[in-house]
């Protein structure tokens, strides 16, 4: 009985830890990055490769840290920063919810007007049948298996059509390769943004906290859980450099996208016609869907332990995109500037979390099962940790007159 049963487990758990990668990776490409993306390329043209650079750079430090710790110990990083500090986990709550909160406005938001680019759909109308199709994932009794299969089709699907838009527009890849790290001019707002959109707020815990729900957890599974977040990087980063050479071939073309209420959508049209729109909203939706989908889960499981009963964990997380929904119907904000404005928040809390777990990774190794923290891995932490401090710090010295 044991020998019938085994293979389903272990497929099981495989499931969940694939879905586990792509949930980081479409969590950290969904409609903020591709929106943050198109403007910062209008803006800065190939020098805009230097940002992307550093946000990944950024990202490795990070979720390499994030899943050893998260994973090693066990424990959500809500529940490590009660452990650490009383009452600090609770703070880290509120940041992250309240982060993915304005995150997953925007996301509906971003999958309106993927549904607009795609179908001709009113963007509000697409934005609420995207969320029903999201409350619609976490109404089912096997949700978590629904979650991981969706986020792994839908982000194979996303890189592919990208790599298609970034080949037909035809980007001068010298010149972006040259920028990459001798960039013509560097903008910290736009680097913290970034950040803040692609790993900042909860995308910084999506993938371990999903990994920790797969069954992967304590000091044994370190290796595992490690070459599971390098993968996870890699497809997060391919997916954030094919984009960015998809907008790059048309700027490079000389199509201006300033003051469009569309212009990723523009973009794409402009490489690939009325195709390229038409696959620009696929993309734009399977991006904001799978990001509704993950920032409701990440959110939710800051307000959960792994002892909490399945079913109030999906009530809470449909409450949650219900939420979302209802603000964005509501509100007069126009979603390129919620997506703006959600990368950069994100950015600024990124620091605070990360601070506690590196904490642990160096002096709690009680909270670690006595394993032995790699001192390397604990370096580049703190390189990162250091890196998103000065960002933060530039971004708030250049708006501080603005308040």
């Not at 990723?264 to 696929?282: D, I, N, P, Q, Y």
């Amino acid at each position: 009985m044991t020998e019938d049963t085994a293979p389903p487990a272990k497929a099981s758990t495989r499931s969940a830890l694939l879905g586990a990668m792509f949930l980081m990776a479409t969590s950290a490409i969904g409609p903020g990055f591709i929106t943050q993306t198109t403007q910062f390329t209008a803006q800065l043209g190939a020098a805009f490769a230097f940002a992307i650079l550093v946000s990944i750079l950024v990202d490795v430090a990070i979720q390499l840290n994030v899943w050893r710790v998260v994973g090693v110990s066990g424990m959500r990083a809500h529940q490590l920063a009660n452990r650490v500090a009383p009452g600090a986990g609770w703070l880290l709550t509120v940041l992250v919810v309240i982060g993915g909160l304005v995150f997953n406005i925007a996301n509906v938001a971003g999958a309106g007007l993927g549904v607009n680019a795609m179908l001709g759909l009113d963007a509000k109308v697409g934005g609420a049948l995207s969320a029903l199709l999201a409350i619609a994932i976490f109404a089912i009794r096997r949700a978590g298996a629904a979650l991981d299969r969706i986020v792994v089709v839908l982000g194979v699907l996303m890189i592919g059509l990208t790599a298609y838009v970034a080949i037909v527009s035809g980007p001068p890849v010298g010149e972006a390769l040259r920028q990459t790290v001798l960039p013509d001019q560097v903008s910290w707002l736009v680097i913290t943004t970034l950040i803040g959109g692609t790993v900042g707020g909860y995308i910084t815990y999506a993938g371990a906290h999903r990994m920790l729900d797969s069954g992967l957890s304590g000091p044994e599974h370190a290796g595992q859980v490690a070459r599971s977040s390098v993968q996870g990087i890699l497809v997060t980063a391919v997916m954030r450099v094919l984009l960015f050479l998809a907008i790059l071939g048309v700027v490079a073309g000389g199509v201006n996208l300033a003051g469009s209420d569309n212009p990723t959508a523009t973009a794409f049209e402009a490489a690939a016609g009325e195709v390229g729109l038409r696959l620009f909203g696929l993309i734009l939706w399977a991006a904001a869907i799978t990001s509704v989908i993950g920032a409701a889960y990440t959110s939710v499981s800051f307000l959960t332990t792994r002892e909490t009963p399945q079913r109030t964990t999906n009530l809470l997380t449909i409450g949650f995109i219900v939420l979302s929904t209802a603000v964005f119907l509501v509100a007069g904000t126009t979603p390129v500037t919620l997506l703006i404005f959600a990368g950069a928040f994100n950015g600024l809390i990124l620091p605070i979390g990360f601070t506690i777990l590196l904490w642990v990774a160096w002096r709690r190794q009680d909270l670690l099962g006595g394993y032995r923290y790699p001192r390397w891995l604990l370096a580049l932490g703190v390189a990162g940790w250091l890196v998103t401090l000065f960002i933060g710090y530039q971004f708030v010295a250049a708006n501080l007159g603005k308040l």
